[in-house]
């Protein structure tokens, strides 16, 4: 199926017959395999009478040559899925299994992609961007503080560098155009961060996404704030390259080195905001970050500080 897949990606015109001899099949199996693309994947494919087939939509599919061809640090062992529950819980299988590190781990869908406190991350096949990084953290708690906003600055320099000049940060894991949401960042820790303990970075962009219905949440994509369809194995690279750019600059200075740079470009400072910790709510403004990556926020007349996973801040009203 995935062959038949290859044949269409161009998104123009394919004969039943130049598909069913270039796959050494009948037109009639052609035909069942097409089906299956829309059933399994949900690919929209135009049947039209005398022309043959074409995806409603040309597709950039991931290519393992095209990314390790490109010059990254050949140590790091990249694994391409078709289909997944998600690259994090594969990743973390790596881990489990010994596989030799740095391991990345990428999907063309994932079929329960994860985000933040068990939310749901909407993974449509080869739309988006699924990639999971396997480190070893050796620094202690050092070289985790403040690691997720980190992740950030390098997904948003990634994405200007393909033309989405608007990204932005938002405390603690989010990348925004706007209101927008275009890519989350979800670390996982295995293992005891006092002792021997790994990472998994798990970064999701939307890419050529168009349509997404079950994202309950405004949202945009590279496609969308560009209007090109962006080659995926590209986005990869660069992206790999903007995080090894980013992790020496904390590895070396701790995330101190990228406080003032984070805060540049944090799209929320100095708004009015409400801070959510399960149930509690806290209202103040948002003053910045601290050299940990927690965020500081004015209460009244005090400064308080904030960190850990559980938290989400929203905009109030009359910011
Ligand atoms: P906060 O971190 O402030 O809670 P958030 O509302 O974005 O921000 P997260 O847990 O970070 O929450 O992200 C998960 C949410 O992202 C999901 O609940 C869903 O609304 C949304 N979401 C899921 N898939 C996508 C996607 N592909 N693109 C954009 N948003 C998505
Ligand atoms: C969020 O904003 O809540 C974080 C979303 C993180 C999604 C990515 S996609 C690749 C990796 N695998 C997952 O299951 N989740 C992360």
Redesign the pocket.
């Known amino acids: 199926m995935l062959t038949l897949l290859k044949l269409l990606k161009d998104g123009n015109f394919h004969s039943g017959q130049t598909l069913g001899r270039d796959l050494g099949v009948s037109r009639s199996a052609v035909w069942k395999q097409l089906q299956q693309l829309e059933a399994e994947l949900g690919l929209e494919i135009h049947k039209v009478r005398g022309r043959g087939y074409r995806l409603a939509s040309p597709l950039s599919l991931l290519d393992k040559d095209a990314i390790e061809g490109a010059g990254l640090d050949s140590k790091w062992t990249t694994f391409i899925f078709d289909s997944i529950d ?4 594969q990743a973390m299988r790596a881990i489990e299994g010994g596989t030799s590190l740095p391991v990345l781990v990428l999907a063309e869908r ?1 079929l ?5 406190r068990g ?1 749901k ?1 909407i ?1 449509p096949f080869a739309e988006n ?4 990084l396997v480190l070893r953290v050796d620094g202690g708690m050092r070289q985790l503080e403040g690691l997720s906003l980190v992740v950030g600055l390098a997904v948003m320099h990634t994405l200007r560098e393909v033309g989405v000049a608007g990204a932005g940060l938002k405390w603690p ?2 990348i925004l155009v706007g209101q927008r ?1 275009i ?4 670390l996982e820790l295995v293992g005891d961060p006092a002792d021997v303990c790994h990472v998994v970075v ?3 962009i939307n890419v050529n996404m168009q349509a997404a219905p079950e994202v309950d949440q405004p949202w945009t994509s590279v496609r969308l704030e560009t209007r090109q369809l962006v080659d995926r194995n590209d986005l990869v690279v660069r992206l790999s390259r903007q995080l090894a750019h980013y992790f020496s600059i904390h590895l070396a200075g701790g995330f101190s080195a990228l406080q003032v740079e984070w805060e540049h470009n944090h799209l929320w400072q100095g708004r009015a905001a409400t801070l959510l910790a399960g149930t509690n709510k806290v209202e103040g403004v948002i003053l910045g970050v601290d050299a940990q990556g927690a965020l500081r926020l004015k209460v009244g007349n005090d400064v308080q500080v904030f960190s850990g996973g559980e938290l989400s801040l929203r905009l109030r009203d009359d910011s």
Do not use: E, F
């Open positions: 998600s690259t994090n819980a994932q329960a992609g994860r985000g933040r939310r991350w993974s961007i699924y990639y999971s894991n989010d949401k890519a989350g960042v979800l798990g970064i999701g």
